[in-house]
């Protein structure tokens, strides 16, 4: 029987008793459930444990491996970190969510086949969407729905592609495949959308930003990862996703380097290193999903630890804007420290995880003789130095003295990024003993003098470039546009449009309807001469019901055209 | 940027000299390291003489300016978006 319960369960667990409990016992639940956790993630050993029939499918809730494990892990970890990090100013039901919405994760993780992944899947969706919510702001409550919208969306087109493939191939296995039809397409998509790729990567900048301080931590870590994930297991050297992942790796970097929202920057940060990753899983080889996979992992744990710096000072300013911020480094010099740390290590310097992780990815592009993907994650490698690595410590920490003197993060906050700083420099300096945690054996040492002097100049230089090209990047209170315009913008214009035009329709029928009413009235009377051929006569309440139904009809189609219109 | 004593010592006008200073020295000992380690190029030209400077440093350059291209069609008001939920 307990073959059957997947480690997720126990956040489920841990999620339903956060309401319940209070005090010292709910911050012990929130820091010893995934550590707990993280016990039985190691307990599940390689293969099927158990399958169960449901409907005619059988049904696989557990399924380890080595890759799988790693995932779990890594959120396993993100879930305690986050936890230490949030349980003294998170609300409850945020604290709570936020553990449904690990669980969520791990059971991906674990997910034996596409029916158990889909039910995981759309937990996290669901909970995701209320860390969102916890914003508590209108722009929160706003983003949260067209996060949910695109998200439910992703998950139908995620559940098409499920039906095609049990109905066509009679098997839901996850199992390595290629887009080659339809039902193999929309699963690929649905996938996708997770995973912030074109033409919707607009929904993760959109939401995660209006999340709190503390949920903003917990949303960079699961949704898009998972998605890497899903795309390891079922799509690992579809050729499609080199490219869509250069794409992403270059908008990262273009937005990010337009954008003035400090963690709004960090957003589009991810989108750029989940590129990486799904250009790793489109190259396919085991080098490169080893990439793809310990990238993942690095990501996961400098980009929460740098969310936690932009939550600290978001924390104390109640400021998020880099016009707004600046000169923070004298009152807050343990969240600048750690806010560098996670930099360095998104920016892949030597010694620190970013390195050890992303240069495997470069490794596989080089063992394929893909000149020009390499030469590409080589600029990009640069550009995430020019973007999160200086642009976000400089803006937030030092540029100008905003005049702003904060305190220094909690307790709580401040030893949450310490241990997460601690792990990035940890993996970077020992990354023979991360590599045995990969699911293929690694060939590979990152640590030669020609790669650290080649990845030194790479990225001295373009710090060279930004301080030299800073006038060019002078920060103004602006947003850019994205495809999410058409759909906030084009589409709900043209929906406001369409209910204009419905509504001056229900005008005219109306006036047309009374005075047919009215003709008819005239003409009725005639015949039995109950009324006079008086125009005055149009009082009769028979004949006024009618017209104000239609009014009421038009009323609701307007009304309901405006809230479709409206949380667009 | 005065060197007022009551500023932060790594604002003053001579610790940003310094950094400058002490920032080219690095930058160029590490296209230097060339002469000594032997950078193993996969296809060719990324073995030349400071080959990752050059092209770190004009990538950052043209992502920088296509981004500023782009920002001409692309940039609007912070406040864009929020016009109809202000309303609220």
Known sequence: MTELLSPALILVVSALLTGILRGHWRAALILLAPIVTLWAVWQVPDGVMATVSFLGYEIEPVEGSALRRLFATIFAIMAFAGGLYAFRHARWYELAAAQAYAAGAIGVCFAGDLITMFIYWEMMALFSTIIVWCGGTPAARAAGIRYAIMHLLGGIILKVGIEGVAVHTGSINIQPMLA?????????????????????SAWLADAYPESSPTGSVFLSAFTTKTAVLALILLFPGEPILIWIGLYMVMYGIIYALLENDARRILAYSIVNQVGFMVCAIGIGTQTALNGAAGHAFAHIIYKALLFMSAGVVIYRTGKTKCTDLGGLYRTMPLTTICGIIGALAISGFPLTSGFVTKTLVSQAAVDQSLMLVYFLLAAASAGVFLHAGIKFPWFVFFQRDSGMRPKDAPWNMAAAMVFLSLLCILIGVFPTLFYQLLPYPVDYQPYTAGKVVFYLQLLLFSGLAFFLLLPLM????????????????ALSGAANKLAKLFSDLGIRIEAQSSARLIRLRDYTGQFFGTHSKHKDSQDGHPFRSQPIGQTALWIAVLLSAYVLVYYL | MSDSPNESWLVRASTIRLLWRVSIVVLALTVLAQLVVKMKGYFGIDEWFAFAAIFGFLACLAMVLVAKFLAIFLKRDENYYNDGLDDD
């Open chain 1, 180 to 200: 080659s039809n339809f039902d193999t397409w929309m699963l690929l998509i649905g996938i996708l959308i997770n995973a912030a790729a074109p033409p919707v």
């Open chain 1, 474 to 489: 002078r920060r103004t209170r602006t947003i850019s546009l994205d495809t999410d315009w058409i759909w906030r913008v």
